[in-house]
């Protein structure tokens, strides 16, 4: 269960060949993975480690240092309110109050219907714009109670599906280098001289 | 949400009005920005061909005399870190750091969503004149609207023969792949960044080598640039490293995008003339933020991003140059000012930085991993009304730990104190640990008696607020 299915495997070996050792395509597949199944789980990551050649525990130590991968059900919606300095300065404490009291969950747990997960985050980068939520990693600014209200009510009523796909989607749409295009990654070990370029300008000097 | 006060609805936060030069947000204006068919109509692509007709030491060396000064944090020209790498030595890679998380910085993903034809031309020159055979595009994993739109001109630049093999029928060929990365403040690190490349646990590596230059992604040459600096590259490439010095000062030419934050009046993000513009025109000027908000008081600003130490009224007039500023006590950083009113409570503001930065720790050296969680839960406690007269003595001992020796902080008329300049001496790898501690210190030294109070009274608060809710007009 919860492993790749062929058509994400396929896109796995297309990630995978991106890079010039395979490893580096660790945090893009468990990305996927998480995509697929809303969470990270056991079975994909021992998938993972098969598709790049490590382990398993070698997936789960770098997929463990990063906070976006979640190793258990998530809320189809995750909801982030960002608490760094810019948004406290904007009472985001208040609003972070208020999202608890109208979700009726603490920071870090989901709604009872599974529907959605509330937590604390860090810095959005929309400081200017404070105070700032996410959903699903995208962006709410300027976001007062009754903003707040107003979201959980589109989510609930499945009104926001176009622009938010559920937890575990990064982007709607992905990077594909095209074949006959792609200069394609080499091992650096296999890689002995400079780039054409630079030799032919060196060459001519 | 609430209704866009700002002139572009797309273009969240951002001004352009008054009178300033743009080098890298001239096509914010625009709808349409992230499109190669707006990219081609604004004169985009120009600057690589322009680069490709000449040879890449040339390129390099217009860079140089640019003197484009890195965007990340660190304020490095970039032209002599290209000169870095050994020669002889390949493959060499561009790995591009767009993992922008500073508490208070937002200039990179505006530029990846809003302009990314512009940071991919950036690369492509950055390639071509630094002899980098492969580039890889780190996105902050929490911006999925900038993986979108990056992706999506990724895939319209290949169509369109600019990346790939044998670009604009060269011998010039270059792969950049978008990177995904999944949520940890320390990858912005250049060597946690590498290491978070290769599959990694985010952790910065030992210095030295203190420059991936020479070591790097898999061991090879590698040169790490912010987002920012790389969007200067094709204004740079079009119109030659003169234009570029003729705006700004001598020693930060160009321009820089900076974010005000916080209690003013306007918050925005604004591209400012390097060099000449002060705090007081950042903070009160009319095309920028335009003063603090309910006709209050300016208490405290932070001047480059949370890692930076606070400034206070009395320096307002530092201009944006990095020696003025450190002689200041503090640094410019990421571009980042956060600006508090006199209903700010100050311990508490503080805490909210000292977590973040206690968070993010990495846990490879003792002084950060413990020291950062002992800053946090002492502060916390006195923010509480549970402090103690000896939690100030261990907040100055542990920070003692982390950073020896005299800690950089402003002057104050009020309290007669007089400025030590940045940076700081530190025990630790990377700049997390001392982060931790920053902000405290210069909440310590600038209010003290913010905290003598606390500790005094000591009654016990339950739900404290950073500030006074914002009035209306927000
Ligand atoms: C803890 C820490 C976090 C950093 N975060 C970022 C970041 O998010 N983005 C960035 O461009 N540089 C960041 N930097 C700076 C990078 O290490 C590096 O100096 C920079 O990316 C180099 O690019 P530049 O020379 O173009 O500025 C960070 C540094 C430290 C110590
Ligand atoms: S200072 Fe902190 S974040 Fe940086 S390497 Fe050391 S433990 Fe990690």
Not at chain 2, 37 to 54: C, Q, S
Request: aromatic residues 8%.
């Amino acid at each position: 269960m919860s492993r790749l299915t062929d058509a994400n495997v396929a896109l796995a070996r297309e990630i995978i060949a991106r890079y010039p050792k395979k490893k580096s395509a660790l945090i893009p597949l468990v990305h996927l993975s998480q995509q697929q199944n809303g969470y990270v789980t056991e079975d994909a990551m021992r998938h993972v480690a098969e598709l790049i050649d490590v382990t398993p525990a070698e997936v789960y130590g770098t997929a463990s240092f990063y906070e976006m991968f979640r190793f258990e059900p998530t809320g189809k919606y995750l909801i982030n309110i960002c608490g760094t300095l810019s948004c406290a300065l904007m009472g985001a404490d208040q609003l972070m109050h208020h999202a608890e009291h109208t979700l009726g969950v603490k920071a870090g747990s989901t709604t009872p219907d599974g529907l959605i997960t509330l937590q604390h985050a860090e810095c959005q980068a929309a400081c200017t714009e404070a105070p700032t939520l996410q959903v699903n990693y995208r962006h709410r600014f300027r976001v007062t109670a009754a903003d707040f209200d107003q979201l959980v009510d589109d989510l609930r009523a499945g009104k926001l599906d176009g622009e938010i796909p559920p937890h575990g989607t990064l982007g709607r749409n992905r990077q594909h280098i095209p074949a006959d295009r792609a200069v394609g990654a080499q091992h650096p070990d296999d890689v002995t001289t400079g780039p054409a370029w630079i030799e032919i300008a060196e060459a001519a000097q | 949400m609430s209704a866009a006060p700002y002139p572009y609805a797309w273009a969240a936060g951002y001004y352009d009005d008054g009178d300033r030069p743009q080098v890298v947000t001239s096509r914010f204006q625009y709808d349409d920005s992230y499109t190669l068919d707006r990219y081609h109509a604004t004169g985009g692509y120009e600057g690589l061909r322009k680069a490709l007709g000449m040879q890449p030491a040339e390129v390099a060396d217009e860079v140089k005399k640019s003197t484009l000064l890195g965007r990340g944090g660190a304020g490095f020209p970039a032209g002599v870190k290209w000169g870095f790498t050994p020669a002889g030595v390949w493959p060499r890679y561009l790995v591009v750091n767009g993992d922008e998380s500073e508490p208070g910085t937002y200039k990179d993903r505006l530029l990846m969503e809003l302009d990314p034809h512009q940071l991919i031309e950036g690369c492509l020159i950055a390639s071509y004149a630094a002899g980098l055979s492969q580039c890889f595009l780190y996105v902050r994993g929490e911006m999925a609207l900038a993986h979108e739109r990056v992706a999506k001109a990724l895939d319209d630049a290949y169509a369109a023969g600019y990346i790939g093999k044998n670009i604009l029928d060269t011998n010039f060929s270059v792969d950049i792949v978008l990177h995904w990365g999944a949520g940890a403040y320390v990858v912005g690190e250049e060597t946690a960044l590498i290491e978070s490349l290769e599959g990694e646990r985010g952790m910065p590596r030992l210095k030295p080598p203190y420059f991936p230059a020479a070591i790097g992604l898999y061991g090879m040459p590698t040169i790490v640039n912010n987002v920012e600096t790389l969007s200067n590259l094709p204004f740079i490439a079009s119109n030659g490293s003169a234009a570029y010095t003729a705006i700004g000062t001598e020693t930060s030419p160009g321009t820089r995008m900076i974010a005000v934050s916080g209690h003013v009046k306007r918050p925005g993000v604004y591209e400012i003339v390097n060099g000449s513009t002060t705090f007081r025109d950042l903070i009160y000027g009319d095309e920028f933020a335009q003063g603090i908000r309910d006709g209050n008081e300016l208490k405290a600003f932070v001047p480059g991003g949370g890692s930076a130490p606070w400034f206070v009224a009395d320096q307002l007039d530092i201009p944006f140059e990095g020696r003025e500023a450190s002689g200041a006590g503090s640094m410019l950083g990421s571009g980042a000012v956060m600006v508090m009113d006199d209903t700010t409570d100050i311990p508490a503001a503080a805490l909210t930085l000292v977590k973040f930065y206690a968070h993010e720790s990495c846990g490879k050296c003792v002084p950060c991993r413990e020291g950062g969680t002992w800053l946090y839960r002492i502060l916390e406690r006195i923010v509480a009304g549970n402090g103690t007269d000896a939690d100030l003595d261990t907040i100055r001992q542990v920070g003692e730990s982390i950073c020896p020796g005299d800690m950089p902080h402003a002057a104050s008329e009020r309290l007669g104190i007089s400025a030590v300049p940045f940076p700081y001496k530190m025990t630790t790898i990377c700049f997390v640990g001392p982060s931790a501690y920053v902000p405290v210190h210069s909440a310590m030294t600038l209010f003290p008696e913010e905290f003598d109070a606390l500790v005094t009274k000591r009654e016990p608060r339950s739900l404290i607020h950073v500030t006074a809710a914002p009035s209306g007009g927000q």
